[in-house]
């Protein structure tokens, strides 16, 4: 059997009696009240025996006088406690440097002055017409018709100055900027740079034709939008689809490499001073619509609305790499054999001559019908191939932005140096150079724009090196617009390449969408609740400090010099 006694010591007396509860009345001594500081625990254990009773009485638990008083605890003395709190601050100051540099945006100034200076210029490239005859009054009149004609289209005629000199004056012009006419009694003709009309009707007619062959493009002309925007590197996709191999009858080849050689390959090699191209093809066997074409009596028709969603991007893949360059696509589609004749459809419902159409800035699309009964298993026919890459041809360059000569001109015999003429290169490397130089100037006032308008988009070296880059090939394409037009232009596309990729730069754009707000959601809820509480123990110290250093001062002046 276990039992436990419960007997108070007091610090006078030590005898048991004095100490024990009283079980009959249950009252304590008043000494016990008064000064009982500890309880003593005695064990008491008695054996089973009759008269075997053994009582062992332990020493009175002594604890320290630091432990007696939570104020003598060295854990709560104020200078313990203070030295902590002014650590933490003293870690926090410490850790701010390194916080803000971490986190800090680099924001470098860029030349606003320049590029705002920049931006109010406006690039010119002469034209420089020599026609020759000793005739004054027919060159007056042929600078009177130009003028004339570009005040009615100021758009068109926008960036050019032109300017007709006689015969006499023709051999102190030099330059690629010189263009001559030739009267002559012979029907128009044109060869490099030179031009022959009709020696009696100098007047409206030469100058339609002359306004074709320098200003091609018109302000108003629906073909002005399905020309790609200016890019130093594009990849030619030519694509062989068939809608259902599965269903017989199917192209599953074609001699792309003759092909490419014979229509398209001149072609690049005439315009190599304006960009280069990257050629990839494909074959696919499987390449259904997104639409069902109307069925019609004696074949299957698209319509326009139809030409709109007939690139099936979901189930065609078109691009078999990857690359930022502009990617034109030239696609051969064969129907399926339950699908034939496939014929393109007028607004009235009636078939179309051409199998051809152009989706603007996008591309080609040649709808080709294999002659019904005749085994189409082997490489398309010479005669399909030829067909086909005409219209390639003539797509490719529509979306790059060549002009067509004028009906009435005639390329002469002995001009067999380019698949195009210079008449046609010219006006090409005018427009692009005067887009190239627009796009710029606005790209870079945008960029501008953009950093003062946003305070935390970043800045970089790379950035403000690409905007000062920009802004030197802009100075010299202006020193050189008067000189020579293929060098005005190489700084012009060096300087929208370069205004281009600052805009889209990828530390630019990671902040373009994120305002101050959502900073200060990001780091209110983590230093707010770290912050408070260490900000407390301080402003608590401190006060507690004052009134320490008051009570102080207080004792000293009140004891006196004895």
């Known amino acids: 059997m276990i039992s436990i006694a419960v007997y108070a010591n007091q610090e006078k007396a ?12 249950g009252d304590a001594p008043a000494t016990y009240q008064q000064q009982a500081k500890q309880i003593q625990f005695v064990l008491v254990v008695s054996a089973n025996g009759p008269s075997s ?7 009175p638990l002594s604890l320290p006088p630091t432990l007696r008083d939570p104020a003598n605890l060295f854990y709560q003395k104020d200078e313990l406690r203070r030295s902590i709190i002014v650590s933490y601050w003293i870690v926090i100051l410490l850790a701010f440097p390194l916080w803000w540099y971490t986190t800090s945006i680099e924001r470098l100034t860029l ?35 130009l003028t004339t004609r570009a005040s009615q289209d100021p758009q068109r005629w926008k960036g050019l100055a032109i300017d007709v000199v006689g015969k006499v004056d023709c051999g102190s012009m030099t330059g690629s900027d010189v263009y001559t006419v030739k009267p002559s009694k012979t029907s128009p003709g044109s060869i490099q740079k030179e031009i022959t009309v009709s020696a009696s009707s100098i007047g409206a007619r030469v100058v339609n034709t002359l306004s074709s062959l320098l200003v091609p493009y018109s302000s108003s002309s629906d073909p002005e939008h ?4 200016y890019s130093s590197h594009y990849r030619l996709a030519f694509s062989l689809l068939n809608e259902d191999a599965a269903a017989g009858d199917a192209v599953m080849d074609w001699n792309i490499q003759d092909a490419w050689n014979k229509y398209i390959n001149p072609i690049i090699h005439s315009l190599n001073a304006l960009h280069n191209f990257t050629v990839e093809s494909q074959v696919q066997f499987h390449a259904p619509l997104a639409f069902s074409p109307r069925q019609l009596d004696r074949f299957y028709g698209i319509t326009p609305a139809d030409l709109t969603v007939f690139i099936n991007s979901a189930e065609w893949t078109l691009s078999s790499s990857s690359s930022n360059d502009p990617v034109l696509h030239f696609i051969l589609f064969i129907p399926s054999a339950e699908r034939r004749p496939l014929r393109i459809l007028r607004n009235d419902d009636t078939p179309s001559p051409s199998s051809a159409f152009l989706l603007p800035q996008w591309g080609g699309i040649v709808i080709h019908n294999p002659t019904p009964g005749v085994s189409t298993n082997d490489e398309l026919s010479p005669q399909d191939m030829h067909a086909v890459f005409l219209s390639f041809t003539h797509q490719l360059l529509g979306l790059l932005g060549v002009a067509a000569l004028p009906k009435e001109v005639e390329r002469s015999a002995n001009d067999t140096g380019s698949v195009l003429s210079e008449w046609q290169l010219d006006a090409l490397i005018r427009r692009r150079t005067l887009e190239n130089a627009q796009g710029s100037q606005d790209t870079l006032l945008s960029i501008v724009k953009l950093v003062d308008q ?7 070296e ?14 010299k394409m202006y020193d050189f617009s008067s000189k020579s037009l293929y060098e005005a232009f190489a700084y012009s596309a060096k300087s929208f390449g370069l205004a281009s990729r600052a805009f889209f730069n990828p530390g630019m754009l990671a902040l373009l969408y994120f305002p101050a707000e959502h900073t200060y959601a990001v780091y209110t809820p983590l230093f707010a609740s770290a912050l408070t509480p260490l900000f407390v123990a301080a402003l608590r110290e401190f006060l507690a400090w004052r009134r320490e250093r008051r009570a102080r001062l207080g004792q000293t002046s009140s004891v006196k010099p004895s």
């Open 14 to 25: 030590g005898k048991r009696d004095e100490g024990t509860w009283k079980e009959e009345t």
């Open 53 to 59: 009773q053994s009582t062992t009485n332990t020493k």
């Open 111 to 145: 030349p606003s002055g320049r590029v705002h200076q920049l931006a109010q210029n406006h690039l010119e490239l002469p034209i420089r017409i020599c026609l020759e005859t000793a005739d004054v009054s027919q060159v007056d009149d042929l600078r009177y018709e």
């Open 226 to 229: 399905r020309v790609v925007q």
């Open 454 to 460: 946003i305070e935390n988009m970043p800045v970089g």
């Open 462 to 475: 790379d950035v403000r090196g690409d905007v000062e880059g920009a802004l030197t090939a802009l100075n």
